[in-house]
T-cell receptor
Framework: GDSVTQMEGPVTLSEEAFLTINCTYT??????LFWYVQYPGEGLQLLLK?????DKGSNKGFEATYRKETTSFHLEKGSVQVSDSAVYFC???????????FGKGTRLHILP | GAVVSQHPSRVICKSGTSVKIECRSL??????MFWYRQFPKQSLMLMAT?????????EQGVEKDKFLINHASLTLSTLTVTSAHPEDSSFYIC???????????FGSGTRLTVV
């Protein structure tokens, strides 16, 4: 079945460092891809999404490109801030079965 | 944008009692809502899919008699944890599919502690 694999954390970076969180997926169809962020004690917020190959999702300085050839959707940010500390989930959804499948999440710590 | 409101955000209950968690779509209609459970430092586990006007679809291993789901209207789904026990303590999150943004919007979660 469909699945999402993302790099395990925690990831610890200094403020203003460059961030990459890897995400790869397996899917039989043509899924939409998402990155969600979860701050401590809160639910999930949609960070960005891409619905077809070569689409680039971007929001709050984060971006990710839907790469069909490598089945990847890596999350990047050029200069992280302390406020970016959270857990990031990569996810895919194939609307044929109306479910969203999550990766295991990557905890990010940004040090001042 | 689409907003899903989930209440309560925190609840502490005694073992053996039942707890109801509400999930409302505030500015859109959601024919389908989803209930997740999240253990500490782990990913989300889909518990069930809630369908307006029909029975919920439970994932394998989830006790449907313990986790009662009702989706009585296009904007409200409820999860009732019946005869709660300490092992039911967890973070429960609902979500709804928003066809406008072509994605899923999540509630803020409910921290359930059973003592």
């Amino acid at each position: 079945g469909d699945s999402v694999t993302q790099m395990e954390g925690p990831v610890t970076l200094s403020e203003e460092a460059f961030l990459t969180i890897n995400c790869t997926y397996t899917a039989t169809g043509y899924p939409s891809l998402f990155w969600y962020v979860q701050y401590p004690g809160e639910g999930l917020q949609l960070l960005l999404k891409a619905t077809k190959a070569d689409d680039k999702g971007s929001n709050k300085g984060f971006e990710a490109t839907y790469r069909k050839e490598t089945t990847s959707f890596h999350l990047e940010k050029g200069s992280v801030q302390v406020s970016d500390s959270a857990v990031y989930f990569c996810a895919l959804s194939d609307y044929r079965d109306d479910k969203i499948i999550f990766g295991k999440g990557t905890r990010l710590h940004i040090l001042p | 944008g689409a907003v899903v409101s989930q209440h309560p955000s925190r609840v502490i209950c005694k073992s053996g009692t039942s707890v109801k968690i509400e999930c409302r779509s505030l500015d859109f209609q959601a024919t389908t809502m989803f209930w997740y459970r999240q253990f500490p430092k782990q990913s989300l586990m889909l518990m069930a899919t809630s369908n307006e006007g029909s029975k919920a679809t439970y994932e394998q291993g989830v006790e449907k008699d313990k986790f009662l789901i009702n989706h009585a209207s296009l904007t409200l789904s409820t999860l009732t944890v019946t005869s709660a026990h300490p092992e039911d303590s967890s973070f429960y999150i609902c979500s709804a599919r928003d066809t406008e943004i072509y994605g899923y919007t999540f509630g803020s979660g409910t921290r359930l502690t059973v003592v």
